[in-house]
């Protein structure tokens, strides 16, 4: 199942996602609280603006270099255990919307992820247990700052900077994420081309580390790192990230 967030007219709502008839059937109000039960209404998918499938209403966990290719090309180490971040819910953008490089930073990179979307109030879950908090997974771009990564002592800015964490384009929530194609195309060219089967910690490792340290909340996002392919964004690109049996998420970019 598909679960988009959208908008009509003004207000957002949530939708089942029909691709072979290309609509959203709208949900009754809040899928993560209140289940999945559509209105009897629809509309059809070329009708409605795609938003940021959620807005967490507590964090984007990031996990950094969690792939050996990666880490290898920035002069890392592979990291011992799990390296995680913190971005803000205000670092969230959605499909299509534009991404606007921050002005304190020359050097600002795309990375193509497969993100986790959290589904239940959940605390130091054992990893055979860890299916039962997922509500279902998404596209995102850990877009980082890496002049001010390199010279700040704390990630916050680098990684948490406003739109640096574009979201979309809807929750798949049936999905085998052991060995999934995650790609990333810079205008239309192929950068990154990597497969979750790559990862040195898998989702199930990682979301019972992270709940480890942090209370995990409806609608919370784990970003489980990127492949090897990471590259600069100027004014005018457009990156797309595509993972397989989920979609794409593409997002132009500007100079505020």
């Not at 085998?176 to 205008?187: H, K, S």
Request: hydrophobic share 40%; aromatic share 6%; proline share 6%.
């Amino acid at each position: 199942m598909r679960i988009a967030r959208f908008v009509v007219d003004a207000e957002p709502m949530y939708g089942v996602v029909d691709d072979a008839a290309e609509t959203v059937h709208v949900i009754k109000g809040d899928p993560f609280f209140n289940g999945v039960e559509t209105t009897g209404q629809s509309h059809a998918l070329e009708d409605v603006r795609l938003l940021a499938p959620i807005i967490p209403r507590s964090k984007v966990v990031g996990i950094g270099r969690n792939y050996a290719d990666h880490a290898k090309e920035l002069g890392n180490e592979v990291p011992t255990s799990p390296l995680m971040f913190l971005k803000p819910n205000t670092a969230v953008l959605g499909p299509g919307d534009p991404i606007a490089l921050p002005e304190f930073s020359e050097e600002v990179s795309y990375e193509a992820e497969l993100c986790v979307v959290i589904g239940r109030i959940c605390k130091d879950v054992p990893e055979d247990r860890v299916d039962e908090v997922i509500f279902g997974y998404t596209c995102g771009n850990d877009l980082t700052a890496r002049d001010v990564q390199r010279t700040d002592k704390q990630w916050a800015r680098a990684k948490g900077f406003d739109g640096s964490a574009p979201l979309g384009p809807w929750i798949e929530t049936e999905l085998d994420v052991e060995d999934l194609a995650v790609r990333g195309r810079l205008n239309g060219s192929l950068v990154q081309d990597g497969r979750t089967s790559e990862m040195i910690y898998g989702v199930r490792q990682l979301v019972s580390y992270v709940s480890q340290a942090f209370t995990l909340l409806p609608g919370d996002v784990i970003m489980t790192g990127t492949p090897a392919g990471v590259g600069l964004l100027t004014e005018g690109d457009r990156f797309e990230v595509e993972i397989e049996g989920i979609g794409k998420l593409a997002n132009p970019i500007v100079r505020r």
